[in-house]
């Protein structure tokens, strides 16, 4: 139905930003709750941010508060997350999915494939 690739992760220092990119192809993009999740070394997989349809309405982890930024552009078929002032706590794999039913995608919704942060100290 709907694929995913995500795009802009990397090797960064704490204190530094990022801006991930999921690029979606297949669906209509329009029609889909976009979000990312995150997964950490020994972690379990986490909400990070979620965005509406039409991205009038955004939900963050409480984690995320502040530091992240999430957003979409429907002509382009893309969802960012925009990171800023990394920790090295912020280092994962990060996700990024899409929901036809609900705000916040879920396991069992479309995924990529994901893409690694890495933030030194």
């Known amino acids: 139905q709907v694929q995913l690739v995500e795009s802009g992760g990397g090797l960064v220092q704490a204190g530094g930003s990022l801006r991930l990119s999921c690029a979606a192809s297949?669906?209509?993009?329009?029609?889909?709750?976009m979000g990312w999740r995150r997964q950490a070394p020994g972690k379990e997989r986490e909400f990070v941010a979620a965005?509406?349809?039409?991205?009038?309405?955004?939900l963050y982890a409480n984690s995320a508060k502040g530091r992240f930024t999430i957003s979409r552009d429907n002509a382009k078929n893309t969802v960012y997350l925009q990171i800023d002032s990394l920790k090295p706590e912020d280092t994962a794999v990060y996700y990024c999915?899409?929901?036809?039913?609900?705000?916040?995608?879920?396991?069992?919704?479309?995924w990529g494939q994901g893409t690694q942060v890495t933030v030194s100290s």
């Open positions: 965005i509406s349809r039409s991205g009038g309405t955004t």
């Open positions: 999915g899409a929901s036809s039913k609900t705000l916040i995608p879920e396991a069992g919704d479309f």
């Open positions: 297949g669906g209509t993009f329009s029609s889909y709750a």
